[in-house]
């Protein structure tokens, strides 16, 4: 029995990825949330936009490689990432201006958005596989790891390692940042205050005065914004391909809807939730009850309960149970 | 002020309001009752811009408003409360009052970030003002309270607070004393009236209540099945056979019980 060993193992293969994974999805789902909460439609294409601002990303970042800037031990993609929120954010109002407010003026109901959403969404997903092709794209340079296994092993002396890579690192802070950013933003400036309120009564916004397009173009550079980010850590921890985007869909909407659809907070605490059931329940535990149990009690098979390749059944089981049982989610969202 | 001319609005075969034609005068508080469906409500919408019409025009001071969206006809001093009482209720309701007047420079994201000392000066100006609103409609203690916890007759007080946020013109209350307790009422009458003495609002009120649209109204407007019936004061409209026929009720035959 090796308790410390085991804590170990258990924070390199399943605590941190979540954590960093979680972070993402949190980020993604809050871009769902919002456009759930102002413009009133699940948006299909928000796995898109989030490929969309990725490639932006990942052109500029090709593009100051080439000109041999860098960030040193940070990524490229960093420097990069303010052009991807402002080409996503530019396309976005673009698609804004050319679809949704066609349906807006119409009063379109809430289905009808999500279908046009969806339609939306095949063609992002087409002009992105357009313009950077369907391959898998790794994006990320500088230092790899914070602390990598060996180091860890080497300061510690214990057996197992704990590797925590740069990407993680940067996922959390960036999105600890973001996340405080946006909650300033919604509850202490008047923009923010104006969104809410726009959420909370629609016609009262209107009759106090509000310009209901403001609210709309601010909320879409915000999404843009956040879909960016998620996306850019997304590829930097992983890889970027576009249609790993579209699947991501699924665990998305699975964290704004288990948090509760319209509730920011909701769609933070989804993200965390859908993160580690995924990675708790695709993980193989043996070499973490090998070192936990008594000697001797350790098991002979994984305990892997879900093969990897099953991870979206997860999220789809989480939703499903969350639909039947609590369909306003955690926090008291709008029902769905 | 507000020059309503033959406004027709159907809701595919329906027609809600059926040529309706209305002139309200400055410094009025006009009364609008009628039986249920009458077209009151809608009327109200189409003024008020959530509603387009089908065909007919609104003019206001001379300018033609017809269609304009609520948040223009707000900036032109045109404001409405509800029939149900609206309110933004995950905010105070001193927030619900200082959410008011649109177009502030913080609604712009440029501003957010680096015109902060403008923002907060108009805030503080706000601040202020909704304060002030607060004690006005007296429920001054209520300020820091979710506006969605507060009681039904305090959010009508609440919404009558939000006309008072901007220099109105002209005021649509649309059932201000449905559900409402015969105190509060008295409270928000004397609001309305003080209102339109002291800061010369016009009024336009759709009610139910008889007394209380006797005490506040002159003229008095009575509409049925999408028409104007009859227009004047609420004694000629009392005694008034279509009106009587189509609202006040053929089954009293002693009309002195009438609207009691």
């Known amino acids: 029995m090796d308790l410390l060993n085991a804590i170990i193992t258990l924070t390199n293969f399943v605590i941190v990825p979540a954590i960093a994974y979680g972070s993402q999805l949190a980020l993604g789902a809050l871009g769902v949330t919002l456009i759930y909460g102002i413009l009133r439609f699940s948006n299909f294409a928000h796995g898109d936009t989030m490929a969309f601002g990725t490639m932006v990303t990942i052109l500029f970042t090709w593009l100051f490689q080439s000109w041999g800037i860098s960030l040193g031990v940070f990524p490229t993609a960093l420097l990069a990432l303010p052009f991807g929120i402002a080409g996503c954010a530019l396309f976005v109002l673009l698609t804004d201006r050319a679809v949704y407010r066609f349906y807006r003026e119409q009063k379109a109901k809430p289905v009808i958005l999500v279908i046009v959403s969806m339609g939306v969404m095949f063609i992002m997903n087409g002009v992105v596989r357009f313009i950077i092709g369907p391959d898998d794209h790794a994006f990320g340079d500088g230092e790899r790891f914070i602390i990598s296994a060996r180091t860890f092993r080497a300061l510690t002396g214990l057996e197992e390692g704990l590797a925590i890579r740069t990407s993680t690192g940067i996922t959390v802070i960036t999105a600890v940042i973001v996340v405080a950013l946006l909650f300033w933003f919604l509850n202490k400036t008047r923009t923010g205050k104006s969104m809410r309120a726009y959420s909370d ?11 209901p397009e403001k609210v709309v173009m601010v909320t879409w550079i915000i999404v843009a914004a956040l879909a960016t980010v998620a996306g850019t850590l997304y590829g930097l921890d992983k890889s970027f391909k576009a249609f790993t985007y579209f699947q991501l869909l699924l665990p998305i909407f ?30 193989a535990w043996k070499k973490v009850l090998v070192y936990a149990l008594p000697d001797g009690m350790g098991p002979d098979g994984l305990v892997q309960l879900l093969s990897t390749d099953y991870k979206f059944a997860v999220s789809f089981i989480i939703l499903l149970v969350v639909l039947l049982f609590r369909p306003t989610g955690l926090f008291k969202g709008k029902s769905v | 002020m507000i020059k309503v001319d033959n406004v027709v609005k159907t809701f595919g075969g329906f027609r809600a309001v059926d040529g309706a034609s209305l002139d309200i005068k400055k410094g009025t508080i006009t009364g609008l009752i009628g039986p249920n469906g009458a077209g009151k409500t809608t009327l109200f919408n189409v003024i008020a811009g959530v509603l387009s019409p089908t065909s007919g025009t609104v003019t206001m001071l ?13 900036h032109k001093g045109l404001l409405r409360t509800f029939q149900i009482a609206h309110e933004f209720g995950s905010m105070t309701c001193r927030e619900n009052l200082m959410m008011v007047p649109g177009n502030q420079s913080g609604e712009n994201l440029w501003n957010t970030w680096f015109g902060r000392k403008r923002i907060a000066d108009e805030e503080r100006a706000l601040r202020a003002k909704a304060d002030e609103v607060l004690e006005f409609l007296t429920i ?15 959010k009508k007080l609440l919404e009558l607070g939000r006309t008072m946020m901007v220099d109105a013109k002209i005021v649509f209350l649309d059932e201000v004393g449905a559900g409402v307790n015969r105190t509060l009422l008295n409270t928000i009458g004397d609001a309305i009236i003080k209102l339109n003495k002291e800061r010369g609002y016009t009024f336009v009120v759709i009610e139910h209540d008889m007394d209380f649209i006797g005490r506040l109204c002159d003229p008095v407007i009575c509409m049925a099945e999408g028409k104007v019936l009859a227009k004047g004061t609420l004694a000629e409209i009392k005694a008034n056979e279509q009106v009587i026929e189509a609202y006040l009720g053929t089954g ?8 009691a």
């Open chain 1, 254 to 283: 699975a964290s704004a809807i288990v948090g509760g659809l319209g509730s920011p907070v909701g769609a933070i605490a989804g993200g965390f939730v859908i993160a580690f059931s995924e990675v708790t329940i695709t993980y």
């Open chain 2, 252 to 259: 009293l035959k002693n009309k002195d019980k009438v609207g």
């Open chain 2, 62 to 74: 001379g300018d033609d408003i017809t269609g304009l969206p609520p948040h223009a006809l707000f």
């Open chain 2, 140 to 154: 001054d203690h209520l300020a820091e309270q979710k506006a969605s916890q507060i009681s039904g007759g305090q």
């Open chain 1, 201 to 211: 009564n629609e016609d009262l916004a209107l009759l106090s005065g509000i310009n």
